[in-house]
């Protein structure tokens, strides 16, 4: 028989959690599970096979959680749409489940009909954010504009470009090639960079770049 309604996997090594999920939606009558999964090794081979519409995905699914194998599962299930399923409630995961571009994000606890809410909508081709997570959104972002703000106030444009490079692993010779000065240069403007934010060494002045979205790794 046919599948009737959005075709939804969900990948989770709860199985408790699955199965409260499978009769949660089989009872909407508008979803049908059509897989599970405990692991990313399983869930990537039954999503290759079954082409659902909507994965549910841990974010903490093992080994590596959700995010690490969130690339190879839209590569076997091009026309998937992704909604994490997350205990996190902090900016960080959420922003990083943004960065690798799911389309929905929603907390295990939350109520059921959240989560069919999220479902409908990255269905639909939306994105859907979960309303509690918004403000936290908001916050992280606002945080990283102001760090942003603040270093390129303190920092010439020639630190800011040195610290940009340091913070992606490149060391004295390779900055001093890049932006063609010597490295009795570089070694300066990164002395000058460590005084003027209050930083002791190269890697916390990686850490800063990072941590105020200076750079993506």
Known sequence: MADKGTRVFIADDYPFFRLGLRVFLEETGEMVAVGEAASAREAIERVR????????????????????????LRYVSPASRFVVLSRWDDEHHLVAALEHGVEGYVLKNADPQVILLAIT?????????????TGKLFQEFNRIALG???VEHLLTARELEVLKLLALGHRNSE??????????????????????????DRMQAI???IRNGLVRV
């Open 148 to 150: 942003k703000r603040e």
């Open 175 to 200: 900055i001093a090639y890049q932006l063609f000065i010597s490295e009795r240069t570089v070694k300066a403007h990164v002395s000058n960079l460590l005084r003027k934010l209050h930083l002791s």
């Open 49 to 72: 096979s079954l082409q659902p519409d909507v994965v549910l995905l841990d974010l903490d699914l093992p080994p590596e959680g959700g995010l690490a194998v969130l690339g190879e």
């Open 207 to 209: 850490h800063y770049a």
């Open 121 to 133: 909508a990255v269905n639909r081709g939306e994105h859907w954010l979960q309303r509690e997570m």
